[in-house]
């Protein structure tokens, strides 16, 4: 099977197929001359690191560990800054610091960073002032400036990503390598802000029991204890614009396939997993760890042919199945979808998306979500997984370690007209600090539930 796909398949096989999602490029000989540079820079993700997080999937699928996945709705080349950086690192340890004391098993971390910089659109075109122009696909396709001229698809853009996704990376491996996660010092993750939280007083009986087992190992094993300030911390994005992840998309010595070396797991949106397009068709030649999202509308039948087609030897944690049905329609769809895939033997993770399915406008046509509407999705998805004797292992969530005001409701009781006190992202709305931490309280809880 993996002779077949490599004798039918390239980096840019995908360009015979239907392309989705992706505007045309008007200056083709700039587009070629910028994906010959892109193809010619180091790597930003290593295939041992790939391979790495591959593992640590498949402990998710067996039910032995849980998967983390958040970050930013789509990627600012602006906000590339030391701060957002940090406080994006933050509160992912802080998330995982909560779940690991709670649920008691592995948690792996991976990031919408570092090259989340493309977004799908229901239409290609949008009318500001009378005219027709592109609509923004995010900063690795266009500008979010409303003129004509910025909305232009631009290849430059494939280069200043990669830039700006390599100057991230550094910045996070320095952070995660050298003592911002040290478990020595728990009080470095506080946030001002966290004191109004309700579970404030959970959250810091939860550090001071931490900082107790801490200072109990280094007394009996001080050498063990210096593993403690290091933290392991994974890439991903959408696979939207090809051009970007092709470019980025070799072999490596000694060992078998290709690898997107931009990222350390892609994952196909709702909008791009058509059977016949260029999208699956890329997916299906990298050895990455591969996402699928499915919402409505989606066939069970052809669902398990994609994921058949991206993983043909069923081989585990090679597939991340992220369901994002919304509150009102999960219940109806996602048993029949647990359990057909149960049939065919896939090993794959599951993984709750609870944000894309729960999204609204407000009075004032601001695109919001509420806290309460993603909680529920959340509780759904647990207690389906629990009546079907599946395992539940990730969360998917849209989120900002930044104090924003973009999703209504959590324990601070954000409503509609505080939206635009702190009203930041381009795309899709984020769950705040404060909002992310509290969801992570209650995402344990409801693991225990399923599982202990």
Request: proline share 4%; net charge neutral; charged share 25%.
């Amino acid at each position: 099977m993996e002779k077949t796909i490599q004798q039918s398949w390239s980096p840019v096989s995908w360009k015979e197929k239907t392309i989705k999602q992706l505007p045309a490029y008007t200056n083709v000989p700039k587009l070629e001359k910028n994906y010959k540079k892109l193809e010619s820079l180091p790597p930003l993700v290593t295939s041992w690191e790939i391979e790495a997080l591959k593992n640590k999937l498949a402990d998710v699928s067996s039910g032995k560990s849980f998967l983390l996945q958040g970050g930013d709705c789509a990627e600012s080349f602006e906000a590339t800054t030391s701060p957002k950086i940090v406080n994006m690192l933050k509160v992912m340890l802080q998330m995982s610091f909560i779940l690991i004391h709670e649920m008691g098993v592995p948690v792996h971390r991976v990031g919408r960073i570092a090259g989340q910089y493309a977004k799908p659109r229901s239409k290609d075109f949008e009318t500001i002032n009378g005219k027709e122009i592109h609509s923004y696909r995010g900063d690795l396709i266009n500008r979010f400036e409303a003129t004509k001229q910025a909305r232009m698809p631009d290849s430059d853009r494939l280069i200043e990503g990669y830039h700006k996704a390599g100057l991230t990376l550094n910045f996070l491996r320095a952070l995660a390598d050298e003592g911002f996660a040290d478990l020595r010092h728990p009080e470095q993750w506080e946030m001002d802000f966290m004191l109004n939280n309700e579970y404030y007083k959970e959250y810091e009986a939860m550090v001071n029991s931490i900082t107790k087992a801490v200072r109990f190992m280094e007394s009996i094993s001080p050498s063990r204890v210096s593993n403690l300030q290091k933290a392991d911390f994974y890439t991903s994005h959408e696979a939207l614009n090809l051009y970007y992840d092709a470019a980025q998309t070799r072999q490596v010595p000694r060992k078998k396939g290709y690898f997107n070396l931009s990222s350390h797991m892609v994952w196909l949106g709702n909008r791009t997993r058509d059977l016949d397009g260029a999208h699956v068709e890329y997916f299906r030649g990298i050895q990455n760890p591969v996402g699928i999202k499915v919402g409505h509308p989606f066939k069970v039948d052809d669902i398990l042919k994609l994921i058949e087609t991206l993983n043909p030897t069923h081989e585990a944690g090679k597939v991340v199945v992220i369901s994002r049905f919304g509150k009102n329609t999960i219940e109806e769809q996602l048993p029949p979808f647990i359990r057909a895939i149960r049939r065919e033997g896939f090993p794959v993770v599951w993984s709750a998306d609870p944000m894309h399915g729960n999204t609204f406008s407000t009075d004032n046509s601001i695109k919001t979500r509420n806290f309460d509407h993603i909680l529920d999705e959340i509780k759904s998805s647990f207690a389906i997984h629990r009546a079907e004797g599946s395992y539940l292992g990730g969360v998917h969530l849209e989120m900002t370690g930044d104090n924003v005001t973009e999703c209504v409701g959590g324990a601070e009781g954000l409503n509609e007209a505080e939206l635009s006190n702190n009203y930041e992202t381009f795309c899709d709305p984020r769950l705040n600090y404060q909002q992310s931490l509290e969801l992570a309280f209650l995402i344990a809880k409801e693991w225990k539930q399923s599982y202990l």
